[in-house]
């Protein structure tokens, strides 16, 4: 069992930043790829970004890339989610996820069977 809790969201006006933290317990943090998700209301959850256990493989959605960045501190159990230049429409809760990918990253969120609990981002002015 990987135990994951999200922090960092917040309001934030458009062109503002912010960063998403992920602390993982539980298991060995450094085995798995870590994902981030998001829901805006009345959509489906999609994918923001994903790294391998590594690091050396990351993945973003195309709405995002160029304005987030996702890395990782396996010595303390941490994913973080870089957002700048925030837009309204990046408005959403945001989830991060882990799975035992081996050296890999995914897309999916089917591929992840731990998730933390979401923390809210809106972007509003």
């Known amino acids: 069992q990987v135990l994951l809790v999200e922090s960092g969201g917040g309001l934030v006006q458009p062109g503002g930043s912010l960063r998403l933290s992920c602390v993982a317990s539980g298991r060995t943090f450094r085995n798995y790829a870590m994902g981030w998700f998001r829901q805006a209301p009345g959509k489906e959850r999609e994918f923001v970004a994903a790294i391998s256990w590594s690091g050396g493989i990351t993945h973003y959605a195309d709405s995002v890339k160029g304005r987030f960045t996702i890395s990782r501190d396996n010595a303390a159990n941490t994913a973080y989610l870089q957002m700048n230049s925030l837009k309204p429409e990046d408005t959403a809760v945001y989830y991060c996820?882990?799975?035992?990918?081996?050296?890999?990253?995914?897309?999916?969120?089917?591929?992840?069977?731990?998730w933390g609990q979401g923390t809210q981002v809106t972007v509003s002015s």
């Open positions: 996820a882990a799975a035992a990918l081996g050296p890999g990253a995914a897309r999916s969120e089917r591929e992840y069977p731990y």
